[in-house]
């Protein structure tokens, strides 16, 4: 079974590309969902957090979201940190689950699969790109955040033209009927592709 990595910078719509995806059959695994599940009932990455960042990291044995935000924004080294105590856990998490399925491949989806060097780990990688603008606005109204706020996590990650060179596959999310279109055409490719090999 190949892995098929599912990437793209904040607000390019990994997660809506993530669902059609899921719609043509194909077992969706969300790296972030099941990071702040894990985040929440492993109990090993709560005696870490809690080393790392003190015991304010949890209120009523859930994740203190804020807290933590408010310690990594502005601190690469923390969040390096933070990463390399959850990015193994699920890791783990996501080969339990992939034995499970039965398909040609699994989409995983990711942000930051560049970032962290993980590349290798997948047979294939798709990254989501879209106008800047257009990516800020969906931030801004999903998250109700500020424009600084989604400028801060885009320059905290590659940027699409770096995603693009270094991936199989780019989906240029900007009509949703357009976007469909493109996910059926790489579904259907990938299809082929892994038949052949």
């Not at 492993?42 to 935000?69: M, T, V, W």
């Not at 560049?114 to 990254?127: G, R, V």
């Not at 320059?155 to 900007?174: G, M, P, W, Y």
């Amino acid at each position: 079974m190949k892995i098929v990595g599912l990437t793209g910078g904040i607000g390019s719509g990994k997660t809506t590309v993530a669902k059609m995806f899921q719609e043509l059959g194909v077992p969706l695994y969300i790296a972030d969902e099941r990071a702040k599940a894990l985040m929440n009932t492993s109990k090993a990455i709560r005696r870490k957090l809690i080393h790392l960042f003190g015991e304010e990291a949890y209120i009523d044995q859930q994740l203190n979201r804020p807290f933590l935000a408010s310690k990594i924004f502005q601190n690469a080294d923390l969040l390096k940190q933070m990463n390399a105590i959850v990015h193994p856990e699920v890791g783990a998490d996501f080969e339990q689950w992939k034995e499970k399925q039965t398909s040609a491949y699994v989409l995983k989806e990711a942000a930051i699969i560049f970032e962290n060097n993980l590349d290798s780990q997948y047979d294939f990688i798709i990254t989501v790109v879209a106008d800047l603008d257009q990516r800020i606005q969906r931030v801004i109204h999903r998250d109700s955040t500020t424009e600084a706020k989604v400028l801060a996590i885009v320059n905290n990650q590659l940027s699409d033209d770096e995603k693009a060179k270094r991936s199989d596959f780019v989906i240029t999310n900007h009509d949703l009927e357009e976007t469909k279109r493109q996910v059926l055409a790489i579904h259907q490719q990938l299809l082929k592709t892994i038949a052949e090999k």
